[in-house]
């Protein structure tokens, strides 16, 4: 069993939060439609809803916050972005987006046309959600063992290279504006990608004419891995293994809600002038300026120190080792996780825990409803309710392979006796899972419907 890592930091400023009664929790549940998301935040003890923008900053980010530039065009935060971005990413052009899914936006706006396909390992709901409100079709193409949660591949995110030829031979490269890889691979088991995988992935767009795209939002978490999984690369730095990573890609977008650190932040990167005039234009008119893109000075200040952060060493090995602690913790409790440990999030398999409600009744959302009442423990779904969408030929529902609850760890915020709670509760929960009920969904919009939808739950 692994030891909780001790913590390469001491905590300077705390925020008080309290967990309210049982009958309080089973009210603020019915108030919010059964949707965790519609929660009031207060409502909720530990909040593993998210690893993205609930991370703490350090003492050097919150002072840079203060020698923020607020000027509109060429603010020095900008120029300090963009000396960290060039350092650790090495694309021509850059500009900044207030998160992960302005870049997408932006991307899919400009290269999406109906009928288009983009090809990824597995997009993420945003980026998905993206490409289709422009007509695409997204195609995960993920190895096989991602699929399979017990198998302990230790890079279960890899793109399967034979399914990329053949998917691209199948809807012609001229109908691919761009393919993607997303690292690590949030939507199946923050699993991560490696390097001779990302090489040859790169090697079969550039064989086809096809732009190649890093979704990078965890890439410091991934090199990480990489540095521990993949022979070859134990000398390495994460700094050294992202540059090599980055080397391979025409262009990268970024959530920097993530490894960098911040609270709010994103980029979309290319080494391509002309496109990046268009990204330019396109951002002008709905984020801002290019040397702000929708982020104020202090922003991008803190943003250009997380990057930095968020490779050392002694925080990843950290970072790492607290999400395998929750995993351990867990598997010593008999729940049925993905394998092996992810590297932001711990991935419950509600479909195994729950077996005798069907994709139909969202085994997920019924874990993760149980979760709160149980402990005030917020999680999300990654099931049925984010990811099952009608064939665009047939209408017939399409059930993602996998029920999962996302147990989503913030960056420097919990200690073990926290993580200890969430899974005592999770372990009580086991005892009961027999008894838990199904939910309908009474309505929900018809894209990213997870973030809105209103459920009722199925008695008996
Ligand atoms: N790509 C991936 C792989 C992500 O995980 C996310 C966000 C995005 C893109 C979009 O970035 O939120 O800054 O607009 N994931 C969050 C999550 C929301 O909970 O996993 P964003």
New binding site residues.
Partial sequence: MCAYPVEPFRIKTVEPIRLITPEERQEALRRAGYNLFALRAEDVFIDL?????TGSMSQEQWSRMMSGDESYAGARSYYRLAESMQAIFGFEFFVPTH????A?NILCTLLVKPGSHVPSNMH????EGNIRARGGIPENLVIDEAYHPTSRHPFKGNMDVDKLRAFIRRVGPENIPFGSL?ITN?AGGGQPVSLANIRAVSEVYREYGIPFFI?A??YAENAYLIKLREPGYANRTPLEIAREIFSLADGAWM?A??DALVNIG?FLATRDAALYERISNELILREGFVTYGGLSGRDMDAMATGLWEGLDENYLAYRLAQTEYLYNQLHAAGIPTIEPAGGHAVYVDAGRMLPHIPHAEFPGQALSAALYLEGGVRA?EIGSVMFAHPDPETGEMRYPELELVRL?IPRRVYTQAHLDYVAATLAQLKDQAGKLCGYKITSAPALMRHFTAQFAPLEG
Wanted: neutral net charge; aromatic residues 4%; glycine residues 12%.
């Fill in positions: 809803l998210t690893d993205s923008g998160q992960g899914r302005a997408e993420f709901d945003t980026t997303t949030n979704d939002c965890r959530s809600k993530k994103g999300v989503a």
